[in-house]
């Protein structure tokens, strides 16, 4: 059996499917399983049609269309929706209570394509391509160019570019925002778009709390939330590893901040889960030598997921 990346496949020996990321070689392919890309061998999957894909192992986060100016998605998205078994239609979705203006071109070879030119109103979509999923991986990188409120302001473009591995692009399965369907989703006006997939670590702080640590630099709270909604606005588009490094990112900085300050003290609320984020911390605090003292916070204040750290006098 032949197959190509973008094919839906189930494993034979396992209640698992996944999507085809890489051709390794003629006998072995690269298959992601949600978030992760494992090497499978050929006669181990069998194709499924895409529907199928979706009924039994897609986990779709819903998201819920709130009004943006109470500070919740307001974000423009790029989506790509699974027409058929071959193909895809891109979609532009202006989540934002402005209207903008769209300049997508594709470039390929130093030779620019344009393929759309236009407003989109607030909280409206545009399909603005269709594409082979066949062709994967000769796909042009993808460019936006996005003006906000162009007939009343004059203001910086929003400048984009995607140009997405296999292994990254399948990850993305999500529901659309406006749109209501399911599709693989980056985010246009934001840093979680593969391009920038290395700086979501840099956890970005609000405007507010970056002038306040220009002007008088201030110690952390005693107690750090590492719960990712507590720490993102827009956690549920993020895959696994994008939290897992916003929650990294914030608690060095604490860590770091913590010890800047003096502090003799802090307790991170890490939650227990599959324990994945508490041992990333404990390896982290072993190596650091200002640490004199590591153990679990009082039960009964916070239950099983927290981690009291105690600095070196």
């Given at each position: 059996?032949?197959?190509?990346?973008?094919?839906?496949?189930?494993?034979?020996?396992?209640n698992m499917n996944g999507i085809v990321s890489a051709i390794i070689d003629?006998?072995?392919?690269?298959?992601?399983?949600?978030?992760?890309?494992?090497?499978?061998?050929?006669?181990?999957?069998?194709?499924?049609?895409?529907?199928?894909?979706?009924?039994?192992?897609?986990?779709?986060?819903?998201?819920?269309?709130?009004?943006?100016?109470?500070?919740?998605?307001?974000?423009?998205?790029?989506?790509?929706?699974?027409?058929?078994?071959?193909?895809?239609?891109?979609?532009?979705?202006?989540?934002?209570?402005?209207?903008?203006?769209?300049?997508?071109?594709?470039?390929?070879?130093?030779?620019?394509?344009?393929?759309?030119?236009?407003?989109?109103?607030?909280?409206?979509?545009?399909?603005?391509?269709?594409?082979?999923?066949?062709?994967?991986?000769?796909?042009?990188?993808?460019?936006?160019?996005?003006?906000?409120?162009?007939?009343?302001?004059?203001?910086?473009?929003?400048?984009?570019?995607?140009?997405?591995?296999?292994?990254?692009?399948?990850?993305?399965?999500r529901a659309t925002p406006i749109l209501n369907k399911q599709g693989y989703?980056?985010?246009?006006?934001?840093?979680?778009?593969?391009?920038?997939?290395?700086?979501?670590?840099?956890?970005?702080?609000?405007?507010?709390?970056?002038?306040?640590?220009?002007?008088?630099?201030?110690?952390?709270?005693?107690?750090?939330?590492?719960?990712?909604?507590?720490?993102?606005?827009?956690?549920?588009?993020?895959?696994?590893?994008?939290?897992?490094?916003?929650?990294?990112?914030?608690?060095?900085?604490?860590?770091?901040?913590?010890?800047?300050?003096?502090?003799?003290?802090?307790?991170?609320?890490?939650?227990?889960?599959?324990?994945?984020?508490?041992?990333?911390?404990?390896?982290?605090?072993?190596?650091?030598?200002?640490?004199?003292?590591?153990?679990?916070?009082?039960?009964?204040?916070?239950?099983?997921?927290?981690?009291?750290?105690?600095?070196?006098?």
């Amino acid at each position: 059996m032949k197959f190509s990346i973008g094919d839906k496949v189930r494993f034979v020996n396992e209640n698992m499917n996944g999507i085809v990321s890489a051709i390794i070689d003629s006998n072995n392919l690269g298959v992601t399983v949600d978030d992760f890309e494992i090497p499978v061998l050929v006669n181990q999957v069998v194709k499924i049609a895409f529907e199928d894909y979706l009924k039994t192992e897609a986990k779709i986060t819903p998201v819920e269309v709130r009004i943006a100016d109470k500070g919740f998605d307001e974000n423009m998205y790029a989506s790509f929706v699974q027409i058929n078994e071959q193909q895809l239609e891109l979609y532009f979705v202006n989540h934002t209570k402005f209207r903008v203006f769209v300049n997508y071109f594709t470039l390929h070879n130093a030779q620019i394509t344009s393929r759309f030119f236009q407003t989109i109103e607030p909280y409206d979509y545009k399909s603005i391509d269709k594409l082979e999923l066949a062709k994967f991986t000769s796909w042009e990188s993808f460019n936006f160019q996005v003006i906000t409120q162009p007939d009343v302001i004059v203001t910086s473009p929003v400048v984009k570019q995607l140009q997405i591995p296999a292994n990254k692009f399948f990850k993305h399965l999500r529901a659309t925002p406006i749109l209501n369907k399911q599709g693989y989703l980056f985010i246009i006006n934001g840093g979680l778009n593969e391009a920038d997939i290395k700086k979501i670590s840099n956890f970005e702080m609000s405007t507010e709390s970056r002038q306040e640590v220009i002007s008088d630099f201030k110690a952390p709270l005693q107690i750090i939330d590492l719960h990712i909604d507590k720490l993102h606005n827009n956690y549920t588009q993020l895959t696994k590893q994008e939290t897992f490094a916003v929650q990294i990112k914030y608690f060095e900085k604490n860590l770091e901040d913590g010890l800047a300050a003096g502090m003799k003290k802090i307790t991170f609320i890490h939650g227990v889960g599959n324990l994945k984020l508490k041992n990333e911390i404990l390896k982290l605090l072993k190596n650091n030598e200002h640490v004199k003292e590591i153990k679990d916070a009082p039960t009964h204040e916070f239950g099983y997921g927290a981690t009291d750290v105690t600095f070196q006098s």
